[in-house]
C-alpha cells in the first residue's frame, strides 16, 4: 500500500480523474510528448495525457520498478509467482498494471484481471491511483468492488476487490472464468478470506492451466508460502529504510503519558514530518485524541497548531481527510497526529510521515467457541508487524520509530508472525460459504492454517441449529437462501423468518443498521449529557433494535425533506450521530432489498408501531438470535448467558440503561468478555416466546441453569399441541443421528 490517499470521484464521469493531491497541469513539461509523436493508450485508444508521462517518472523510481522484465518473463512462463516486497515497494499497485499489460497482450483470451485486498479502503485508494497512472476513467477500464459497493462495468480490464467479495464470487462463479490473473494482496493480513482463497486456488489452477496467480506477500510470510505452493518462482524487492529506532523500555507502564511527551517533543523540535501513533484498540485512539487535542490547544502558536486526526479503520475513510474542515485545516498547519490500531497499518501512505510511535501490544478478539463469545485480549504485536511499521517511514528519506517497549521485549515476547484470523474467529460465515461452493464443486480446502477442529464444530452445529443443514450435513434449501446474504448467518436467518412474520421492511432497516458502522458519534469530552438528551428523542419502549429503526426513519425523512447534502449532514451533527455510517446503512439495506426481490421472496407492507408488528419483530429476530440470550439474575441488571456462566451488563447506551427499566430477559446482538462486559443493541423478550421459536434440540442442549429451568416450567405449561408439534419437528430433523454425526464438514 504505497501511495498517498486519494480522493475518490464520480466514476460515471467521462472526464479524466485527477486527484487533488497531485498536481493535475497539462502544461508543456520536459520530456512531454508533441502532437506530431502523440502515443495512443491501448487500453481506451485514446492519446496519453502529459500527466501520465509525470507519473510515468514516478513509477519508474519506486523499488519494484527494476524488478519488471523479471516479473514478467516470471508470469509467461509459470503459472503461479510470488512477489516478496516491504510496504511502499510498489508492489501493490505496479504488478497489477503489469498484469494487464499481459492480458491485453493475448486479447483478453482468459479474462481481465483481479487484484485482492484485506481492506475497503485499500482496494478504493489502489483503484483510484492506478486508473490514474494508466490514464483511463476510473469505473471503466479500472474499477473497484468492496462490500455494498461496486465501481466497475462489464468492460473492466483490471478491478480491485476486497478478499470476502472475490470469495462471495466463486459461490456462482467457482473458477473464476472472467479472469486470466488474480493477484492475492494483503497475505501477510491473514484474513480469513484470503486463506480460504490460497486453499481454493489450487484446485481451481488445476482445473484451469491457463490462469496465472500472482501472490504478494511480505518477506516474513515467503518461507510458509514457499513450502504451501512448493517450488515456485519468487520476485524479491529489495528495499532499503534509513530509520531511526528508539527503545523506551520504561514507557510501557505508562504509554499514554510517554505518547503525548514525545508528540509535544517532536512538534517543539521544529523538525518537519507528520506523526503516526499505534495503539492497543479503538478505546485508546478516543482518549488519546481528548488528551491531544486539550493539551495541544495550548501550545505556542508560531509551532503551528497539531491537526489529531483519528484513524478508525472499519469505517470508511481517507487517511488525513476526515471531514471538510480538518482538511481546509491541514493545508494551513504544520503538522498532523495520526492515531490509529494495527489494523491501520495498511491505511497509511502518506510520504509525508517521518515519526512512528508504536505501544507494542494490540487488543485482539479471540472466539471461543465453547462459550460462542469473543475475549478481548491484549498481546504484543508479532515482529512481521513491527516491521511493516517501521516500513511506514518509506525509504525515500529518514525517520524515526519510537517503540515503548525494550529491545527484550521484542525478541522474547513478540512471535515471528501474525497470527492468522481463522484460528481466532467464529467460522460459521466461513463454514456456511465452504458449504456453498461445495455445490458448485469445489469442495476440498487445504488450508495454510487448518482451523481447531472445536471451532468447526461449533460453526457446524449453529448452522444446524438455524436449519442451514440437512440430515447428511449439506447445505439445506433454506441455507442456500442464507448463503445468499452478505451477512452473518444469524442476521440472514432473521432477514428470512421476517418473511413469514410479515416484517421483511423492518427487519432490512435492522439488518442495516447492525451491518454498518456505528451510528452515534464518538463524543468529544463534556458532550455526553447533550448527546443522551438528543439520543432519548430515539428511544423505543420495546428495545435497542426498534430504536435503531427509529434513527433510521428520522435520517430517511431529514433526507427527504433536505434541500442539500449539507442539511442532513448538519442534521446528523446536532443529534450526535455518524452521518456516513447512516449512509453506509442506507447503501446496505438497499441492497438487501434487492437480494429479497431477486430470489422473490415475500415482502409485506411496512406496520412499524402496531402491537402486532412489535411481536413479529421479535419473533424474527429470535429466529436467528435464540443463541443469544440473558436473564437478569438478581433484578439489578447482571444479566447471566443462557449458553454459559458469564454476566455481564447492559451497554450505558442501551434503551433500557437510559430510562433505567431493566427487562429480565434480553436478546443482544453482540457481547465481548472483556473489562466492561457489555451487552450491546438488546430487546426486550418473554422466555414463553423463547420456547416457542427456539429449536428443541438447541433448548435440550443447554447447560444445567437456572434459567433452564425456568424455560422448562414455561414450555410445560405451554399447549400440549404446541409441544407435540415441536418435537415431531426434532424427530423428523434427527431420526437416527446426532448433532454431531450430521455436522461433517464433507
Known amino acids: 500500500m504505497e501511495e498517498e490517499a486519494l480522493e475518490c470521484s464520480n466514476p460515471s464521469s467521462e472526464k479524466r480523474y485527477f486527484p487533488e493531491s497531485l498536481d493535475s497541469s497539462d502544461g508543456d513539461e520536459e520530456g512531454s510528448p508533441t502532437c506530431e509523436d502523440l502515443e495512443l493508450n491501448p487500453f481506451d485508444g485514446l492519446p496519453y495525457s502529459s500527466r501520465y508521462y509525470k507519473l510515468l517518472k514516478e513509477r519508474e523510481d519506486l523499488p519494484i520498478w527494476t524488478e519488471k522484465y523479471s516479473f514478467m518473463e516470471n508470469l509467461l512462463q509459470n503459472q503461479i509467482v510470488i512477489v516478496s516486497g516491504d510496504a511502499k515497494c510498489g508492489k501493490s499497485s505496479q504488478v497489477p498494471q503489469w498484469c494487464a499489460e499481459y492480458c491485453l497482450s493475448i486479447h483478453y483470451q482468459h479474462g481481465g484481471v483481479v487484484c485482492t485486498q484485506a481492506h475497503k479502503q485499500t482496494a478504493v485508494q489502489l483503484a483510484l491511483r492506478v486508473a490514474d497512472e494508466m490514464d483511463v476513467n476510473i469505473g471503466h477500464e479500472v474499477g473497484y ?57 489450487k484446485d481451481v489452477l488445476l482445473a484451469r492451466p491457463e490462469l496465472k496467480l500472482i501472490i504478494n506477500s511480505s518477506p516474513h510470510l515467503i518461507s510458509k508460502l514457499s513450502s504451501y505452493y512448493g517450488n515456485v518462482p519468487l520476485i524479491e524487492v529489495k528495499n532499503k529504510h534509513p530509520v531511526e529506532v528508539v527503545y523506551l523500555s520504561g514507557a510501557q507502564k505508562d504509554s499514554f503519558e510517554s505518547i503525548l511527551h514525545l508528540i509535544f517533543e517532536i512538534h517543539h523540535s521544529g523538525e518537519k ?77 502518506s510520504s509525508g510521515v517521518k515519526f512512528v510511535i508504536d505501544v507494542g501490544v494490540e487488543r485482539r478478539k479471540v472466539y471461543n467457541p465453547r462459550i460462542r463469545a469473543n475475549s478481548l485480549v491484549t498481546q504484543p504485536i508479532s515482529k512481521s508487524q513491527a516491521e511493516i511499521r517501521k516500513q511506514i517511514l518509506g525509504p525515500s528519506s529518514s525517520g524515526k520509530l519510537f517503540c515503548l517497549y525494550s529491545e527484550e521485549f521484542a525478541s522474547k515476547d513478540m512471535k515471528p508472525l501474525k497470527p492468522a484470523e481463522m484460528q481466532e474467529a467464529n467460522l460459521t460465515s466461513m463454514v456456511l460459504l465452504m458449504k456453498r461452493i461445495d455445490i458448485a464443486g469445489l469442495g476440498h480446502c487445504d488450508f495454510m492454517n487448518r482451523p481447531a477442529p472445536e471451532s468447526l464444530m461449533q460453526a457446524l452445529e449453529d448452522l444446524d441449529y438455524l436449519a442451514a443443514l440437512d440430515n447428511d450435513g449439506n447445505l439445506s434449501e433454506f441455507g442456500i437462501i442464507m448463503s445468499e446474504f452478505p451477512l452473518d448467518p444469524q442476521l440472514s436467518k432473521s432477514i428470512l423468518a421476517s418473511c413469514e412474520f410479515d416484517c421483511v421492511d423492518e427487519m432490512l432497516t435492522i439488518a442495516a443498521m447492525v451491518t454498518a458502522p456505528n451510528c452515534f458519534s464518538h463524543l468529544p469530552h463534556g458532550a455526553e449529557e447533550a448527546a443522551l438528551t438528543c439520543w432519548k428523542t430515539f428511544l423505543h419502549p420495546e428495545g435497542d433494535h426498534f430504536t435503531l429503526i427509529n434513527i433510521y426513519k428520522a435520517y430517511q425523512d431529514t433526507t427527504l425533506n433536505s434541500t442539500s447534502e449539507y442539511c442532513v449532514e448538519k442534521w446528523c451533527h446536532d443529534h450526535f450521530l455518524n452521518c456516513s455510517a447512516l449512509r453506509m446503512a442506507d447503501v446496505i439495506r438497499a441492497e438487501l432489498s434487492e437480494i429479497i426481490k431477486r430470489i422473490e421472496l415475500p415482502y409485506a407492507e411496512p406496520a412499524f408501531g402496531s402491537k402486532e408488528n412489535t411481536l413479529n419483530i421479535k419473533k424474527a429476530l429470535l429466529s436467528g438470535y435464540f443463541m443469544q440470550i440473558a436473564r437478569d439474575v438478581d433484578g439489578s441488571g447482571n444479566y447471566l448467558m443462557l449458553t454459559h456462566k458469564q454476566v455481564a451488563q447492559l451497554h450505558p447506551l442501551s434503551s433500557y440503561s437510559v430510562t433505567k427499566k431493566m427487562p429480565e430477559w434480553v436478546l443482544f446482538h453482540r457481547f465481548s468478555i472483556s473489562e466492561n462486559n457489555y451487552i450491546r443493541t438488546t430487546s426486550e423478550i418473554s422466555p414463553e416466546l423463547f420456547m416457542q421459536l427456539a429449536p428443541q434440540y438447541y433448548f435440550s442442549n443447554l447447560p444445567p441453569s437456572e434459567s433452564k429451568d425456568i424455560l422448562q416450567q414455561v414450555m410445560d405449561h405451554l399447549s400440549p399441541i404446541s409441544t407435540m408439534k415441536k418435537e415431531q419437528i426434532m424427530y423428523e430433523k434427527c431420526p437416527e443421528t446426532t448433532a454431531e454425526q450430521r455436522c461433517i464438514l464433507q
Open 273 to 349: 514530518g507528520d506523526v503516526v501513533v499505534f495503539l492497543a484498540c479503538e478505546q485508546d485512539i478516543e482518549k488519546a485524541y481528548e488528551i491531544v487535542c486539550q493539551e495541544g490547544s495550548n501550545l505556542n502558536p508560531d509551532l503551528g497548531e497539531l491537526v489529531v486526526v483519528p484513524l478508525y479503520p472499519k469505517e470508511k475513510c481517507t487517511l488525513f481527510k476526515p471531514n471538510d474542515e480538518t482538511e481546509k485545516r491541514c493545508q494551513v498547519y504544520q503538522r498532523k497526529v495520526v492515531l490509529t490500531t494495527s489494523s491501520g497499518e495498511s491505511l497509511i501512505w
Open 145 to 201: 468492488v468492496i462490500p455494498f459497493e461496486n465501481c466497475c462495468t462489464s468492460e473492466t480490464i483490471l478491478r480491485y476487490c476486497t478478499d470476502d467479495m472475490l470469495q462471495r464470487e466463486m459461490m456462482s462463479s467457482p473458477f473464476l472464468g472472467s479472469y486470466g490473473v488474480i493477484i492475492l494482496d494483503d497475505i501477510h493480513e491473514r484474513s480469513i478470506a484470503t486463506d480460504v482463497l490460497l486453499g481454493l486456488l
